[in-house]
């Protein structure tokens, strides 16, 4: 039998079968076009769905359960995806839509950086770890915990939201409605952010030379090209966000002290340039420095196949 994953984002639809290896084996995809009524979009993840299947060469009959990882909360118990705000979901009864068209195969719903953190514990670089948390810096920060093989997702099932744990007190204020939270400092949203302020602030930053004399053209990687270009304020605002990016790490590895902890997302292709630091101040900051044991950092590896893969693994 065969499993179906589906990654419902903001801006695409990418569904796929995994076979018992966790290799994916059929692929359908589209685009999510929000705004637009839950049930349109449900139509389509539908679609995807059968067209997975026919580009897996199996059948419905083949399939054992179809995950769907999606953004926001949800209630796995009713199969209701709460809230959703970058989709415009309040309420989506979404086991019940796939069901309607796939009456005899089990349906699971997941948020996807729990998805994304169980197919990264289960088939990618958290393999054969007893506990795993993934980190995804990308328009937030993601997160996922997973022990012995399970999502820790709390009594509500809305545990897991490392990003939003406060590491400045008198910080900026967030859109859940805490201040100074993780995410605001260690997303890539905030290195974009915190690379326009550098710039507006120090006109003669080669930044502005690397994009083009338009600071619209700022993205994740301006500062780390800047300082390779010898800009020292470039190495300033990389310095601090990758300190934010470890006083978080630390805060997360004193409170759970797995056995591995991941990061993925785009900026994560700075490699070593990243990695290595933050391992130099996470070594400094966790309580178990002098441990010989220690949380192993890494990076994540399977891409955007974790998604697909941690929601076709999804069951409870």
Known sequence: MYKIGVDLGGTNIAVGVINENYEIIGLGKAKTNTPRPAEEIFDDIIKCINLAVEDAGITVADVESVGIGTPGSVDKENGVIMYANNLGFLNVPAVEYINKAFPDVKVYIENDANAAALGEALAGCGKGKKSFIAITLGTGVGSGIVIDGKLLTGCNDAGGELGH????????????????????????????????????????????????????????????????????????????????????????????????????????????????????????????????????????????????????????
């Open 165 to 316: 744990m406060s590491i400045r007190f008198d910080g900026e204020p967030c859109n859940c409605g805490r201040i100074g939270c993780w995410e605001r400092y260690a997303s890539a949203t905030a290195l974009v952010n915190q690379t326009k302020a550098a710039m507006l602030e120090h006109k003669d930053s080669k930044m502005w030379e690397l994009c083009g004399g338009n600071i619209e053209n700022a993205g994740g990687r301006t500062a780390f090209d800047g300082m390779r270009a010898g800009d020292k304020y470039a190495k300033e605002v990389c310095d601090n966000y990758i300190y934010y990016i470890a006083v978080g790490t630390a805060n997360v590895i004193n409170a759970f002290q797995p056995d591995m902890l991941c990061f993925g997302g785009g900026i994560c292709n700075e490699g070593d340039t990243l990695l290595k630091p933050i391992e130099k101040h996470v070594a400094q900051m966790r309580y178990s420095k002098n441990h010989e044991i220690q949380t192993e950092l890494c990076r994540a590896t399977l891409g955007n196949d974790a998604g697909i893969i941690g929601a076709a693994l999804v069951e409870y």
